[in-house]
Antibody
């Protein structure tokens, strides 16, 4: 059974960089059949796709966040990571990592989500 | 960016009733539409992919239809565990986008 688990600080100061890691278990991040995505959800609001990475390191980012986002992968640790710079209160949200199927689409496995609050 | 508009925002129904949820795309996305269910405090759960294909383990009471710009998620007979928020998502164009959600609540 594939499992994803987010980890990282739950509190980040304004203007600093938010850093999260997603650890994948029960399956290899090297699989060529999937992308690995980050998605966020402010409290009481909808879902926003942040970006994704392929096992090769190829990335795609949401243009609304592209200037501040970096997603990287560490295949030796079966992990991928998110960095979001220059954060403001508007970046406060539950952050999810998810597996995105390459061919048929759909995020089929999700982490439980981690709340990141931006506050001084 | 493709905008997905879900309607209604809230659907108040009783267990056993049929639910019909709509998702409209701002331009044609062929069949590249996915539906998710999200319960309070949980991650979304994949229900339907490519507009009409049920994901593994999803009960047959869930069905999806549509193509182009208009899509529908139907739940034939609501079970107590089906009361939740439902999101549609498109993968036809960058960036991937989600609809605003439809909350199915108990009447």
């Amino acid at each position: 059974q594939v499992q994803l688990q987010e980890s990282g600080p739950g509190l980040v100061k304004p203007s600093q960089t938010l850093s999260l890691t997603c650890t994948v278990s029960g399956g290899s991040i090297r699989s060529g059949s999937y992308y690995w995505s980050w998605i966020r959800q402010p409290a009481g609001k909808g879902l926003e796709w942040i970006g994704r990475i392929y096992t090769s390191g190829t990335t795609n980012y949401n243009p609304s966040l592209k200037s501040r986002v970096t997603i990287s992968v560490d295949t030796s640790k079966n992990q991928f990571s998110l960095k979001l710079s220059s954060v403001t209160a508007a970046d406060t949200a539950v952050y999810y990592c998810a597996r995105d199927r390459l061919i048929v689409g759909g995020f089929d496995y999700w982490g439980q989500g981690t709340l990141v609050t931006v506050s001084s | 960016e493709i905008v997905l508009t879900q309607s209604p925002a809230t659907l108040s129904l009783s267990p056993g009733e049929r639910a019909t949820l709509s998702c409209r795309a701002s331009q044609s996305i062929s069949s590249s539409l996915t539906w998710y269910q999200q319960k309070l405090g949980q991650a979304p759960r994949l229900l339907i992919y490519d507009a009409s294909n049920r994901a593994t383990g999803i009960p047959a009471r869930f069905s999806g239809s549509g193509s182009g710009t208009d899509f529908t998620l139907s739940i034939s007979s609501l079970e107590p565990e089906d009361f939740a928020v439902y999101y549609c998502q498109q993968r036809s164009n960058w960036p991937l986008t989600f609809g605003g959600g439809t909350k199915v609540e108990i009447k």
